[in-house]
């Protein structure tokens, strides 16, 4: 079986324990051994973590240790999958760039706030990850973030739609979903998912069930293609206050 980290906290606003439960639900109907955290202590042990196949943070706005952000990271460089979304992973935790740069976005706006409809756009890409998926819309945050440009982009949403600052710089798509690459290891993010029931509608959780799957096979594709993980990036010693 392939084993799952799902640690969640931080604000409360985005029903975090929630949204953790139905992650774990899905894993375990795709047979996943999964743990449950509330504490990111559960990232302190680096060995542990390398010895998973996926890591998922539910955790939005909260400070957390740079030997927990290191040992991540370093898990992930090794192969570990590494999938959320909304704030849980990309306004995780503001002030470390080290999390930024390996997540490949932060939140920085929802102009709108809850409750804006939108349109989110499928993107035709290499990744099967989308694979058959049409255009929805979902009435929700729409998130505007600054996004990494190595990231491949799976599906997107255009803005302005509600009015702002930003709507006179004319109409942009902004990326809703992306992969990217870590070292050896995947990792996911879907900007969807406010509140659970968000994340629960069947083209969002879709979307998510893709992501971990895809994510959880980083090892055995490194394997496959026989790549082998580098000394690990510790990363920037000015990246949070």
Same mark, same amino acid.
């Given at each position: 079986?392939?084993k799952? +980290? ?5 604000? @409360?606003?985005?029903e975090p324990? *929630?949204?953790?439960?139905?992650? /774990? ?5 795709e ?7 509330d ?6 042990d680096?060995?542990?973590l390398? =010895? +998973? ?8 706005? =909260?400070?957390?240790?740079?030997? +927990?952000?290191?040992n991540?990271?370093?898990?992930? *460089? ?5 999938a ?6 990309? @306004? ?12 490949g ?6 102009p709108?706030n809850?409750?804006t ?7 035709q890409? /290499?990744?099967p990850?989308?694979e058959?998926?049409? @255009?929805? !819309?979902?009435?929700?945050?729409? &998130?505007?973030?600054h996004?990494d ?6 599906? !997107? ?14 109409a ?6 992306w ?5 050896? =290891?995947r990792? &996911? ?6 509140v ?7 083209e ?8 971990? +799957?895809? !994510? ?8 496959? *293609? ?6 690990? &990036? !510790?990363?920037?010693?000015?990246? *949070?206050?």
């Amino acid at each position: 079986m392939k084993k799952a +980290l799902i640690v969640w906290g931080g604000w @409360d606003g985005h029903e975090p324990q *929630q949204v953790a439960g139905i992650f /774990s639900d899905v894993l375990k109907q795709e047979q996943f051994e999964v743990e449950v955290s509330d504490t990111l202590e559960a990232f302190a042990d680096a060995e542990k973590l390398k =010895g +998973l196949d996926l890591i998922i943070p539910v955790w939005t706005m =909260g400070r957390i240790e740079q030997q +927990l952000v290191d040992n991540v990271s370093a898990a992930v *460089q090794s192969g570990v999958g590494l999938a959320g979304c909304h704030g849980g992973m990309c @306004d995780a935790f503001r002030e470390n760039v080290d999390w930024q740069f390996m997540t490949g976005g932060n939140w920085v706006a929802h102009p709108g706030n809850d409750g804006t409809e939108y349109v989110v756009n499928i993107k035709q890409s /290499s990744s099967p990850l989308v694979e058959g998926m049409k @255009d929805f !819309t979902v009435k929700s945050e729409q &998130y505007y973030l600054h996004v990494d440009p190595a990231v491949e982009v799976l599906a !997107t949403t255009r803005f302005p739609i509600s009015d702002g600052p930003h709507a006179a710089n004319g109409a942009v798509d902004m990326p809703v979903a992306w992969t990217k690459r870590w070292g050896i =290891g995947r990792v &996911y993010y879907n900007s969807l998912g406010h509140v659970a029931n968000i994340v629960d509608m069947p083209e969002v959780k879709e979307m998510m069930r893709r992501g971990f +799957l895809w !994510t959880a096979e980083g090892k055995e594709n490194a394997a496959r *293609q026989g790549l082998e993980a580098g000394a690990a &990036y !510790t990363g920037m010693a000015d990246n *949070q206050l």
